[in-house]
């Protein structure tokens, strides 16, 4: 059992019962699949039904409700107030409580993602490992620390990312990210070259993407296009991060509407990336303040302060709340 190492969801209380699956079908139509669901992959969600098992291509999931134990229940709840210390005594005993490995598996990336929130980054690093060895096929790819913006401030931890630039293919991923802007930025271009041609689709994916962080300054308006176009084919879980360096892109080009517009939309669609979701409501602000829509910007500063209070963004936004209001 994955308990005994390091240790839309829809939440039951009630007793156990089948679970449900909501399944995309058509453009306006969806189909409800009842049992017991035994498998939940990047690249399969097999449900045991009478007689029958019968598996769904996880990007056709609307939704899913199943039962889960209470410590999860309260795990979650301590994550939306980012309670993230007191969250994680209650997953660790939330996976002893469960049997299912892929929901484990669900509970220990919610516990990744506490660590990386409180910017416990070889703690994140070494709980991930717990998913990856029990399927490198994960889908909680997107609980990884990956950075996606620039951030000068990750000098205290190269021994740590330098290690794991020889670690599995994901972590390799997170410190070429971390590394793509320090000294070691030829190390960290070279791992993602490496990494496109991984034989996960989606770590590849991934590692392309990053790759367009160096062309930020010199791409065109068709370069973007042609960013925006692959982006509508990602797995929705993957796109914040591309999806952010587009927009940083837009900004670069002075179209602060797009810019803002797509920034926005990252903590919105996918909130529960509490780094990468604190960034973009920052670049959002920043990009309003350039069209000279200083209250919505300033909104915006308090959302991070309140939302993200111990981040670095939301220091940054402390700071430039005061310089448009010095009262």
């Known amino acids: 059992m994955l308990s005994a190492v390091i240790f839309g969801i829809a939440i039951t209380l009630s007793a156990a019962k089948a679970d449900e699956v909501t399944v995309r079908t058509g453009p306006n ?10 498998e939940y992959n990047a690249e399969v969600l097999m449900v045991q039904r009478t007689g029958r098992k019968e598996s769904f291509e996880p990007i056709t999931i609307e939704s899913f409700v ?29 996976v002893a409580d469960e049997s299912r490995l892929w929901a484990q598996r669900q509970i220990i990336a919610d516990t990744v993602r ?35 913006w620039v ?33 070691l930025r030829r190390e960290a271009q070279q791992s993602l070259q490496d990494l496109v041609l991984d034989t996960n689709p989606r770590i590849a994916i ?9 062309e930020v300054v010199q791409a065109t308006p068709e370069t973007v296009a042609r960013w925006e176009e692959k982006l509508q084919r990602l797995s929705p879980d993957l796109r914040t991060g591309p999806a952010y360096v587009v927009a ?8 602060w509407q797009d810019a803002a517009e797509l920034f926005l939309r990252c903590p919105i669609l996918f909130g529960n990336q509490h780094e990468l979701a604190a960034q973009s409501l920052l670049a959002a602000a920043g990009s309003l303040e350039k069209l000279d829509r200083h209250r919505q910007a300033a909104t915006l500063y308090r959302e991070i302060i309140t939302r993200f209070p ?18």
Not at 248 to 255: E, H, N, P, S, Y
Not at 310 to 327: F, G, Y
Request: proline residues 5%; glycine residues 2%; positive net charge.
């Open 151 to 183: 951030d000068n401030s990750n000098a205290a931890e190269l021994e740590t990312l330098k290690s794991w630039l020889r670690d599995i293919p994901p972590l390799k991923l997170a410190a070429a990210s971390r590394l793509l802007t320090s000294p």
């Open 248 to 255: 940083a892109t837009l900004a670069r080009q002075g179209d």
């Open 310 to 327: 111990k981040s670095k963004c939301a220091s940054q936004s402390q700071q430039l709340l005061s310089n448009l209001d010095p009262s």
């Open 29 to 38: 139509t969806v189909r409800r699949v009842t049992g017991e669901i035994v």
């Open 206 to 214: 991934l590692a392309t993407c990053q790759l367009w962080r160096d």
């Open 66 to 94: 199943t039962t889960w134990p209470a410590s999860y229940t309260e795990g979650r709840k301590k994550m939306a107030s980012s309670q993230w210390q007191e969250a994680i005594v209650d997953l660790r005993e939330a």
């Open 114 to 148: 506490c660590y990386a929130a409180l910017g416990e980054y070889q703690k994140a690093a070494a709980t991930f490992k717990v998913i990856y060895r029990n399927t490198p096929i994960t889908r909680h790819l997107s609980v990884l620390p990956i950075q996606w």
